[in-house]
C-alpha cells in the first residue's frame, strides 16, 4: 500500500466496483460503520505523499448513505 498525506479533491472518473453482498468486507463495514448499502469505489485523484511529492494515484474506498466515503486507499501511482 502505498501512504499518503492527504488526497485533493475532485476525485474523478469514478466507477462503482461492487455493492452489498459483493462486498467481501460487508458484514465489517456494517458493525464498524453501521448502514446497510454499501458501495466499492474507485477513482482518480492527484494526493500528496509521505515525501511531500505530489502526483496522480488511483484510490478506492468504501462509501454508504448518510455514512459518507469511509477507508480511502491509494492502489497505484498512475504518473
Same mark, same amino acid.
Given at each position: 500500500?502505498? %501512504?499518503?498525506?492527504?488526497?485533493? +479533491? +475532485?476525485? @474523478?472518473?469514478? &466507477? *462503482?466496483?461492487? $455493492?452489498? #453482498? #459483493?462486498?467481501?468486507?460487508? @458484514?465489517? *463495514?456494517?458493525?464498524? %460503520?453501521?448502514?446497510?448499502?454499501?458501495?466499492?469505489?474507485?477513482?482518480?485523484? %492527484?494526493? @500528496? *505523499?509521505?515525501?511531500? #511529492?505530489? $502526483? !496522480?494515484? &488511483? *484510490?478506492?474506498? %468504501? @462509501?454508504?448513505?448518510?455514512?459518507? $466515503?469511509? &477507508? !480511502?486507499?491509494?492502489?497505484?501511482? !498512475?504518473?
Amino acid at each position: 500500500m502505498i %501512504y499518503f498525506r492527504r488526497h485533493f +479533491p +475532485p476525485i @474523478e472518473n469514478v &466507477e *462503482l466496483i461492487a $455493492r452489498r #453482498s #459483493s462486498i467481501r468486507d460487508i @458484514e465489517r *463495514l456494517k458493525r464498524d %460503520y453501521g448502514g446497510r448499502d454499501w458501495r466499492k469505489l474507485k477513482g482518480k485523484a %492527484y494526493v @500528496e *505523499l509521505q515525501d511531500g #511529492s505530489m $502526483r !496522480l494515484a &488511483e *484510490l478506492h474506498w %468504501y @462509501e454508504c448513505h448518510g455514512i459518507g $466515503r469511509q &477507508e !480511502l486507499k491509494t492502489k497505484r501511482l !498512475l504518473d
